[in-house]
């Protein structure tokens, strides 16, 4: 069998010829047309708009379509990554919470040690200079001996007999001195004894140690027992040793012949404290300045 050969002509067929020909002509007219739009369009920009906005608003509908659907495919895939890394980023909050908690505790401690600093300080500014300022290095809380270890010695100028207090009042005397570190006797061991009185009305008596952390105070005369719970107890200034005033302990109960008293300075809460020269001799120092001056 013979294949007819390929037609490569129209040949004489009026209709392929009519329509190869009118081919040519679409094909002319529209690459004038096109000359003539992008012609007009270099020359003035606008001479379109109203095409190209019809053109948009067509093919607006289409885009929010695809705009929602990527919106909504980035919220699922945001939702997967947390479900996944939730468990880091609560671990990493409260870290970061317990980190804010630990500085709020150390500047509350701050402010707290400032206050003890400040009221420590008042102390040195007063009529009695003290000899030195030093810290509490540590308190038998559990004996029944009572002491405590000061953080100054025979180099700050400390000696045997000085007392020993904080801004709330009386802690002790010097007992033993060493070179940089003193032993303390606290008012409450069982062999310390202090010469007091009512702060209200100067009613005379001892406060004596009872190794418990507490203070027996007696009456210097014996008589009807004045004390009443929460009188405020402090040196008389008798014997010498301490100046008069100065704050030692509150009434918690009463006795027979007395009363017992708490102490207002906690060793164990106490950091710093003064020590101050006996007062007898700041007194005998005070009269040979008057008579020198005479």
């Known amino acids: 069998m013979v294949s007819a050969p390929g037609n490569r002509r129209p040949g004489y067929s009026r209709r392929a010829q009519y329509g190869t020909f009118f081919g040519y002509l679409i094909a002319l007219g529209g ?50 990554g947390g479900y996944f890394t939730r468990g880091s980023r609560v671990a990493q909050l409260e870290k970061e919470v317990a980190e804010g908690r630990v ?49 100054a010695g025979a180099r700050q100028g400390v000696q045997p007999g000085m007392v020993v207090r ?14 940089s570190s003193s032993k303390v006797l606290l008012i409450t061991d069982n062999e310390s004894s202090i010469p007091v009185r009512r702060a209200e009305d100067g009613v005379q008596a001892y406060a004596t140690g009872r190794g418990d952390g507490t203070l027996q105070i007696k009456l210097a005369v014996s008589g009807l027992n004045p004390f009443k719970k929460g009188d405020a107890i402090v040196t008389s200034g008798s014997g010498g040793l301490f100046r008069p005033g100065e704050a030692v302990a509150v009434v918690v109960s009463l006795t027979v ?23 007898d001799e700041v007194l005998s120092a005070e009269a040979n300045k008057l008579q020198a001056g005479i």
Do not use: C, H, W
Request: glycine fraction near 10%; avoid cysteine.
């Open 166 to 179: 904080s801004p709330l009042g009386v802690v002790g005397r010097v007992l033993e001195v060493g070179s």
């Open 31 to 80: 690459a004038g047309i096109g000359a003539a739009l992008l012609f007009v369009t270099t020359n003035d920009t606008a001479a379109f708009a109203g095409l190209r906005a019809v053109a948009a608003d067509g093919v607006a509908p289409v885009s929010q379509a695809a705009a929602a659907g990527r919106t909504e495919s980035q919220s699922l895939l945001a939702v997967i």
């Open 257 to 279: 012949d007395g009363a017992i008293a708490r102490p207002l300075s906690d060793p164990g809460m106490t950091e710093f404290v003064v020590v101050e020269p006996v007062y």
């Open 103 to 151: 500085k709020l505790a150390e500047q509350a401690a701050l402010k707290e040690e400032n206050a003890r600093l400040r009221a420590t300080l008042g102390l040195t500014q007063g009529d009695l200079k003290p000899v030195a300022v030093a810290r509490l290095l540590g308190s038998t809380s559990s004996s029944t001996r009572r002491f405590a270890t000061l953080g």
